[in-house]
């Protein structure tokens, strides 16, 4: 008898690519929030230096790193934008 129980596909980026990027749709959103476009690329670029770690040997191999990772992605973005509370921006 085989022990798998499970298939987990990670559609985005694997199976297919969404029209708007990831990048895109951040500005999207902040730009929609008010934000000026030179504080959106610093914020990205916080992000982005975050995510390059995942490239450097870091892998994500279950449902909980991932959300663990890309919610201190986003922290990290909404945290390099200029307002008190950078949780209000969290949906």
Request: proline share 2%; glycine share 6%.
């Amino acid at each position: 008898m085989n022990n798998i129980t499970t298939i987990f596909f990670d559609a985005g980026g694997v199976l297919f690519d969404t029209e708007i990027s990831r990048e895109q749709r951040i500005k999207n959103v902040l730009k929609s929030k008010g934000f000026e476009d030179d504080e959106i690329i610093k914020a990205i670029h916080a992000g982005e230096e975050f995510y390059k770690k995942l490239k450097d040997g870091i892998w994500l191999s279950k449902w909980e790193d991932e959300e663990a990772f890309f919610s201190k992605y986003y922290e990290l973005i909404a945290q390099s934008l200029p307002i008190n509370d950078p949780y209000s921006l969290k949906m």
